[in-house]
Every structure is written in C-alpha cells, then in structure tokens.
C-alpha cells in the first residue's frame, strides 16, 4: 500500500493567518490526490480533487499544489469555519489510503 | 442530490460477524457508480474497505478482504458490508460513500455508524 504522511499533526492560527498543510506520498503518485475537511461527528467533505481543483462551492481560500511526492493544502485567510481536521487521499494504487489527518485550531 | 444512509447494529461481539447496510436514495444503485464503505479508527484512522459495481463487480482491501462482503440489493436500492471474526480492533466509524464516476474522489458519504466490538 502506498503510505501517506502529514505535517504538522496539528496547528493553531488565528483568524485570517494562511495555513499550509503538507502532504507526502511513499511514491510517485503523480496528482492523484484529494484533500478533505472533517468537522467532530461529521463525514468527510471533499474539498479538493486531483492535487489542485476546488470541488464546486469550496471557498477560493482554500488551494492545492504538488505532484509526485509531496503536495500541500492552503488556507490563505483562515477563518472560523475552517476549524477541522483535514486529510490527503491518494487514488493512484488501490486500495486508496488516507492520511493520519492535520487538526487545524484557532488560537 | 444522492443521500446515503448507514443503519445496524451498533454492538457487537467478537469472533461474531458485523453487518450493516447503506440506504441510498436520490440515484440508483444501477447507475454506472461504484458503492463504497470506508472506516474510521482513533488507531488507523480512515481506512478503505472495498466497493461494489453496479454489475456486482467486487474489489477489496488485501487487508480485510479473507473477512469482508460487499453485496447489493437493487430491490431495496441498498447496498451492505459484512465483515466476519471481527475483533475490538473493528471497532470504529463505519462510512458508505460514493466517489465521482470512474474515480476514488468520494463527494458523497453517509453520516456514519459507530459499530462497538465488545462482549
């Protein structure tokens, strides 16, 4: 299986701060990844697909980059709402494998 | 706008099989989609279980797949999960969700169920 890592595990910001969340691969898994958002007893939500799209009706705060190893999710203005644990997914190797997740706090 | 939904039984033993099902409604189970279970553990986080076709083709997480079935039933517009010899590491958040057509992009998922295994 292909093992995907995170960094920070969690990070305290204040409102308006941009954040950045790294994501790293095992192996070359070109842009085959997807970010998502998990508020306490909820589903995911897909916020990203293919390393960098926004699924329709995600703020434009939110942004994708990377390819191969290492990607990142950005926050650029960090706002209340954004309060959550977020996960990067590869789809590049079945079975699919998630991240341990990034716990996001405002400070 | 697909609604996917997770009912049963929220305990269970060990060594017993666990069993759930996903309701959905607002699509089809015989539309062109894979149907897909996932679960959440404080120990291994989000875990991929496996999906089911809508043709009844199967694929599983090498993982689990000695323990797991994914089945349909197009009658009820339903699809379940049976996972056997289950241990307390089975304990966790049991998702249904459904990813984009010929993708694991999963913007649909049920809201969960936490399945307990203990005696």
């Known amino acids: 299986d292909i093992q995907m890592t995170q960094s920070p595990s969690s990070l305290s910001a204040s409102v308006g701060d941009r954040v950045t969340i790294t994501c790293q691969a095992s192996q070359d898994i070109s842009t085959f990844v997807n970010w998502y958002q998990q508020k306490p007893g909820k589903a995911p939500k897909f916020l990203i697909y293919?390393?960098?799209h926004l699924d329709a009706g995600v703020p434009s705060r939110f942004s994708g980059s990377g390819s191969g190893t290492d990607f990142t999710l950005t926050i650029s203005s960090l706002q209340p709402e954004d309060i959550a644990t977020y996960y990067c997914?590869?789809?590049?190797?079945?079975?699919?494998?998630f991240g341990p997740g990034t716990k996001v706090e405002i400070k | 706008q697909v609604r996917l939904q997770e009912s049963g039984p929220g305990l269970v033993k060990p060594s017993e099989t666990l069993s759930l099902t996903c309701a959905v409604s607002?699509?089809?189970?015989?539309?062109?989609?894979?149907w897909s279970w996932v679960r959440q553990s404080p120990g291994k986080g989000l875990e991929w279980i496996g999906e089911?076709?809508?043709?009844?083709?199967?694929s599983y997480n090498p993982s689990l797949k000695s323990r797991v079935t994914i089945s349909l039933d197009m009658s009820s517009n339903q699809f379940s999960l049976k996972l056997s010899s289950v241990t307390a590491a089975d304990t966790a958040v049991y998702f249904c969700?459904?990813?984009?057509?010929?993708?694991?992009?999963?913007?649909?998922w049920g809201q969960g169920m936490l399945v307990t295994v203990s005696s």
């Open positions: 969700a459904r990813p984009r057509s010929g993708s694991y992009q999963y913007d649909y």
């Open positions: 997914q590869q789809y590049d190797n079945v079975p699919p494998t």
């Open positions: 089911i076709y809508h043709s009844g083709t199967t």
């Open positions: 293919d390393a960098t």
């Open positions: 607002g699509g089809s189970l015989s539309s062109s989609n894979w």
